[in-house]
């Protein structure tokens, strides 16, 4: 176990504590629910640079009037319009959005295609990057169709019964089945205290990862791991666009009127 993965080992435990709390406290699954993902926003919002702040249950959209279906958890950025934020509920625009995210508190076959469907809804969105902000990003070209223009989306489940195998051939399954191209996929899920599956697209982008033969990975692999926070923040950090400057959000669902002005 690395350094990193020891220093947030305590936030897995309470993950599981929280757990543990939520099913003492309510018997409501959809509570439940709601709350994990609460606690799971707060972690994240506490531990990654890009996340200024987060929302639930609530809706995000792009410029060409797409709308996604209700996400468990969105992360802004410190450039989303903070006045778009008061109004309940909430105007999310994906410019504004590094990452959205899936919460269950159990996952199993039927729960795992709620969170396809919904990241696939939610990969369809556009967001609009140009100018300067073309140049000033982290993410690199092979990637823009999957984590710039489109945004990152991941499912995490505090408990699964499942075998990560089993997991990854349902994705693998439902996402042959539905014709669902690279970038409309979800690109990871992370299970607490079991594991995580990662959605390598053509395997030669932002993460690199090669088998025992040294052969080159791509599509959805899989890892046992107990580190999960650890190993989800570091993903965060590596797939969520970071820019150096961004042209304001509201000027891609506004202009500034230059007619009718005399001297």
């Known amino acids: 176990m690395s350094l990193f993965d020891e220093w947030f080992s305590d936030i897995d435990r309470g993950l599981e504590k929280k757990l543990g709390d939520a099913r003492r406290a309510t018997v409501n699954k959809a509570v439940r629910g709601n709350a994990l993902a609460g606690v799971l926003g707060q972690e994240i919002r506490d531990h990654l ?4 702040s987060f929302h639930e249950e609530c809706e995000v959209r792009d410029g060409h009037n797409r709308i996604s279906r209700e996400v468990d958890l969105v992360l802004l950025n410190r450039f989303h319009p903070p006045f778009l934020l008061r109004d ?4 999310l625009y994906i410019e504004g ?5 899936e919460v269950k508190t159990v996952l199993n076959k039927r729960e795992m295609v709620d969170c396809l469907e919904k990241a696939q809804a939610f990969k369809q969105l556009v967001a609009e990057v140009r100018g300067s902000d073309l140049k000033a990003h982290n993410i690199e070209n092979l990637d823009w169709h999957r984590y710039l223009l489109r945004r990152p989306s991941f499912a995490f489940a505090y408990e699964d019964s499942r075998s990560r195998r089993t997991v990854q051939r349902n994705i693998m399954e439902w996402v042959r089945d539905n014709g669902v ?3 409309e996929q979800i690109d990871a899920i992370f299970v607490l205290n079991k594991g995580i599956i990662v959605n390598l697209g053509a395997g030669a982008g932002t993460i690199e990862m090669r088998d ?3 052969e080159q990975l791509n599509g959805f692999v899989r890892s046992t791991s107990s580190a999960i ?3 989800l923040i ?3 950090s590596l797939v969520c666009p970071s820019f150096s400057s961004l042209d304001p959000i509201l000027l891609t669902y506004s202009t500034f009127e230059t007619n009718g002005y005399a001297s």
């Open 181 to 183: 191209p690279e970038e």
């Open 234 to 236: 570091t993903w965060l």
């Open 49 to 52: 640079i890009d996340c200024a």
């Open 97 to 101: 959005v590094p990452a959205a995210a």
């Open 229 to 231: 926070f650890s190993q």
């Open 88 to 91: 309940r509920p909430p105007r």
């Open 212 to 214: 025992h033969k040294g």
